[in-house]
């Protein structure tokens, strides 16, 4: 039967279990929006008020489902705002399809409205190659049904990421022959999961056999290859202690004994103790970033040497780039953690070395308490404006265990890494490598659609709500009960305070919302901004009022935005640094004294 490109492209989406479409019209996708009127019933269409939200929407949806979405977006400037979306999929292994409407192939190399490139006719491609794990152009409306197969397989093998497809006008609308390929006949949704070699599995083992200061380091590869079960089946069998990378934080429960909580300069005081302090780390998905790892700086989170590392990754790019591995394994987490339980116990330690591990285990505690004993009394606190230990400790007690918490980019984003505990896999959602202001903005709508029985809400600093405010809009159209967290200080707070500390207190500038004339403070109403879009607000200012407004804001099962009033003078406590080269790092705050004198 002959179908129009668009037509094709529908067809596939359905055949492959795609339950929407997401992202914002115009002449570029007339064809596209034309075939899935077709098939309302089986695709839904969700139209936003900027192309941005959509790959933010897109990207949450697949972190918590493991499956991608759609995004469709026109020619020239408004696919032109999907690359925020993309690099925040691609640097943290997420997965969607992005289709960009382009000009038709008759006028490629014309210059008509909104081609890009001067350079090489109707070259979009080139604008997302960075952003995606492959790009595709079709000029032909039979090149479609390999492209999508192709496409597909891509995003879910191997390390996931979004795959971008674009699509000329006539190519949209052009006809052909060529059949639609069954997926079920491709396999694209049956991705490998290698394992590890038996002589790799043996070196792992006699590694661990051998070592006393043993400590796992989780990252989103655990998350991403599913292996939260396995994980921690292993840690308990052996009493190893687990710390995680920020971005892998849900990965844990953070309740668990064994639990440190997150590496690097907005981590734990006992997570960076425990991987410095380590002989041996394993370390399963994680791509040891700057953030992570106090910038790769030695004896601040990691001493490599003399410490050994294990290191699994699917992506073999990944091994031996930041640190040197005693043994690299390339393959899947959930595969190799579910060999070493059913191998690691015939390599039984010494006595001596599980003496030493309960030695460790003991040390690590003491390192907690110091910890919790330094942090949690601002859990407390009735401070005005309220102390940030005070928001997320209320908003913890009012999200259900298995809530969704999506954390958008500033300064709440470190504290949330921190201080935020998590008992359920795929809870708490982050744009990190990337780091894209919006993620969590718009991303709660996908959150709710991936999990729609389950409450999402979203923290977000004031200025990163200010550039997407419309999702409240989209959700008010759609009926999605997001709910947002406004963390109001006032301004880009993160970089306010790195301001201050390389270039001193008085070297301000761009970083604080004021009126410019008065020098005063300026605040959107952000409560009022959501009610006039159809949204609830609700605004607060004393830490007693904000327990009963979040657990308000989640009971209504409506689109709320709660405007929060944070002190914008109150810093997370840094258990390890971050460089900016060549500016000078920043000693840690807590515990580096005691490092100083060789008690790491």
């Keep these: 039967m002959s179908l129009t490109g668009a037509q094709i492209i529908t067809e596939y989406l359905v055949r492959e279990n795609v339950p929407y479409a997401v992202g914002l019209c115009g002449h570029g996708d007339l064809g596209l929006l034309d075939a899935l009127v ?60 992005a289709i960009t409407g382009n000009v038709a192939t008759s006028q490629f190399n014309r210059g008509p409205f909104q081609e ?129 990378s920020p971005l892998g934080k849900s990965g844990f429960p953070s309740s668990d004994p064994l639990a440190l909580g997150a590496t690097g300069r907005n981590g734990t005081y006992q997570a960076n103790h425990a991987a410095r302090n380590a002989e041996l780390v394993l370390a399963f998905g994680t791509r040891f970033d700057d953030r992570a790892t106090s910038s790769w700086l030695p004896g601040y989170t990691y001493s490599f040497p003399p410490a050994k590392l294990v290191h699994v990754h699917v992506d073999a790019q990944e091994l031996g780039r930041n640190f040197p591995p005693a043994l690299g394994i390339c393959a899947s987490p959930r595969e190799v953690l579910a060999q070493l339980r059913e191998r690691l116990p015939d390599f039984p330690p010494s006595g001596a070395v599980a003496g030493g591990r309960r ?7 003491e390192a907690r308490a110091k910890w919790v004993a330094h942090t949690e009394p601002h859990d407390h606190s009735d401070a005005t404006p309220i102390r940030p230990e005070r928001v997320l400790a209320e908003l913890r007690g009012a999200l259900p265990a298995d809530g969704i918490l999506l954390s958008d980019v500033g300064v709440h984003h470190n504290w949330i890494v921190q201080n935020w505990r998590t008992d359920a896999p795929r809870t708490v959602l982050q744009s990190w490598g990337f780091a894209s202001m919006g993620f969590g903005v ?12 389950r409450p999402a809400v979203a923290v ?52 604080s919302f004021e009126h410019v004339a008065s020098r005063t403070p300026y605040s959107a109403d952000f409560a009022a901004l959501a009610r006039s879009m159809g949204g609830e607000g609700l605004t607060v200012t004393e830490a007693s009022d904000l327990g009963p407004a979040l657990k308000t804001a989640i009971d209504l099962r409506r689109p709320v935005v709660v405007d929060v009033r944070v002190d914008d003078a109150a810093g997370p406590p840094a258990a390890a640094t971050w460089e900016l080269p060549p500016l000078p790092h920043p000693e840690p705050s807590f515990g580096w004294p005691q490092a100083q004198q060789g008690t790491r």
């Excluded at 002589?199 to 599913?226: K, M, T």
């Excluded at 550039?467 to 409240?472: K, N, R, W």
């Excluded at 959700?475 to 301004?491: L, T």
């Design 38 to 97: 077709e098939r309302q019933d089986e695709i839904a269409t969700i139209s936003v008020h900027h192309e941005s939200l959509a790959g933010f929407i897109a990207d949450a949806y697949h972190r918590i489902t493991h499956q991608p979405l759609a995004t469709f977006t026109s020619c020239g400037p408004g696919s032109a705002n999907l690359p925020i979306a993309l690099g925040s999929a691609l640097m943290d292994d997420s997965a969607f399809l």
């Design 116 to 244: 890009t490139g001067r350079h090489f006719q109707a070259d979009f491609p080139s604008v997302l190659r960075p952003y995606v794990k492959r790009g595709f152009q079709a000029t032909r409306a039979e090149q479609l049904p390999l492209m999508l197969r192709q496409a597909f397989a891509l995003m879910r093998g191997g390390r996931p990421g979004p795959v971008h497809l674009d699509v000329p006008l006539d190519v949209f609308v052009d006809r052909t022959d060529e059949p639609v390929p069954d997926p079920a006949d491709w396999g694209t949704g049956r991705p490998a999961a290698p394992g590890a070699g038996r002589a790799e599995l043996d070196a792992a083992c006699a590694l661990i056999r051998d070592s006393a200061r043993v400590v796992i380091v989780a990252g989103s590869g655990v998350e991403g290859s599913e292996a939260e079960a396995e994980l921690l089946a292993f840690a308990r069998e052996h009493g190893f202690p687990v710390a995680t």
């Design 359 to 365: 030695r460790w285990l003991d040390e690590l505690g």
């Design 442 to 453: 718009g991303g709660v709508l996908g959150a709710h659609l991936a999990a729609p029985e």
């Design 460 to 511: 977000v600093g004031d200025g990163g709500f200010l550039m997407f405010p419309s999702a409240v809009a989209t959700a008010v159209e759609y009926d999605i009960p997001a709910v947002w967290v406004v963390w109001n200080n006032g301004g880009y707070v993160s970089i306010r305070d790195q301001q201050k500390l390389y270039f001193g207190a008085d070297r301000q500038l761009a970083t």
